[in-house]
């Protein structure tokens, strides 16, 4: 995910020392997803101002530490730019399962995964398998700063649904409370959650989508996140076995 960029946030009254061992966890998991090979998302800073100036990370600044299975979906209602839509978190509900994928326009490696992600969401959404329960939801979802990238404003979205012919709404986060709440860090970042009757959804996957990234000429197969989506579609438990972890 690009790094979420606030610009004027409130800096909560946190002792300098405190930040900065909260930070030296971020650098780790920073560390990793950049090895993993993810865009980080342009999160607006809540640092104190002091440790601001000693901590200047230009590729990306996370604010969260990610989440584990298990989690519960966190409660939404953001917009759709292409149509005006307000969509909530229980519109969904009807659903065995929900994909929440944190995207943006701008990042590489998300248009690395554009095309297979439209087919792997077009299939599973419909769901023609006599073996697999009722279709999977999707939603995306960007909250990239558009401070930092403008290219990732609501016109511009609008834009990318529609010439890609997203068969999912793509929603505003323009707050980015939403990432927060959902532990987003970074994009592309997938969370699959299964929904048992009145149950909330719960997390059970959270992800890469395959092995193949924009420098390594691995073919894009989604075959990581459709092994997980399956296992949900069809009753069976997900592998706790997830790269990124």
Same mark, same amino acid.
């Given at each position: 995910?690009?790094?979420?960029? $606030? #610009?004027? #946030?409130? #800096? *909560?009254?946190?002792?300098?020392?405190?930040?900065?061992? $909260?930070?030296?966890?971020?650098?780790?998991?920073?560390?990793?997803?950049? &090895?993993?090979?993810?865009?980080?998302? =342009?999160?607006?800073?809540?640092?104190?101002?002091?440790?601001?100036?000693?901590?200047?990370?230009?590729?990306?600044?996370? +604010?969260?530490?990610?989440?584990?299975?298990?989690?519960?979906?966190?409660?939404?209602?953001?917009? +759709?730019?292409?149509?005006?839509?307000?969509?909530?978190?229980?519109?969904?509900?009807?659903?065995?399962?929900?994909?929440?994928?944190?995207?943006? @326009?701008?990042? *590489?490696?998300?248009?690395?995964?554009?095309?297979?992600?439209? &087919?792997?969401?077009?299939?599973?959404? &419909?769901?023609?398998?006599?073996?697999?329960?009722?279709?999977?939801?999707?939603?995306?979802?960007?909250?990239?700063?558009?401070?930092?990238?403008?290219?990732?404003?609501?016109?511009?979205?609008?834009?990318?649904?529609?010439?890609?012919?997203?068969?999912?709404?793509?929603?505003?986060?323009?707050?980015?409370?939403? #990432?927060?709440?959902?532990?987003?860090?970074?994009?592309?970042?997938?969370?699959?959650?299964?929904?048992?009757?009145?149950?909330?959804?719960?997390?059970?996957?959270?992800? =890469?989508?395959?092995?193949?990234?924009?420098? @390594?000429?691995?073919?894009?197969?989604? /075959?990581?996140? /459709?092994?997980?989506?399956?296992?949900?579609?069809?009753? =069976?438990?997900?592998?706790? @076995? =997830? &790269?990124? /972890?």
């Amino acid at each position: 995910m690009a790094t979420v960029a $606030t #610009a004027g #946030a409130h #800096a *909560p009254d946190v002792p300098q020392r405190a930040f900065l061992a $909260t930070r030296t966890k971020q650098l780790s998991f920073l560390s990793t997803s950049l &090895k993993m090979g993810f865009n980080l998302l =342009q999160l607006r800073s809540t640092a104190p101002a002091t440790a601001r100036k000693n901590l200047i990370i230009r590729a990306a600044r996370i +604010e969260s530490q990610g989440v584990s299975l298990g989690f519960r979906a966190p409660h939404f209602e953001l917009p +759709e730019p292409l149509t005006g839509k307000m969509w909530k978190l229980e519109d969904f509900e009807s659903y065995p399962a929900l994909l929440v994928m944190f995207i943006c @326009n701008h990042c *590489p490696f998300v248009k690395h995964l554009q095309k297979d992600i439209v &087919k792997l969401s077009n299939f599973y959404m &419909k769901v023609a398998n006599p073996n697999l329960l009722k279709g999977l939801a999707v939603v995306a979802i960007s909250s990239n700063s558009v401070a930092t990238h403008p290219q990732d404003g609501p016109e511009f979205m609008a834009e990318e649904a529609k010439l890609f012919n997203y068969p999912f709404p793509y929603l505003y986060d323009e707050s980015q409370d939403v #990432a927060r709440d959902f532990g987003a860090a970074c994009t592309p970042e997938f969370f699959l959650f299964k929904k048992d009757g009145r149950r909330p959804f719960q997390l059970v996957y959270h992800g =890469q989508f395959d092995d193949s990234r924009p420098s @390594n000429n691995l073919p894009v197969t989604g /075959r990581d996140i /459709r092994l997980a989506i399956e296992c949900v579609l069809s009753g =069976q438990p997900v592998s706790s @076995n =997830q &790269k990124p /972890r």
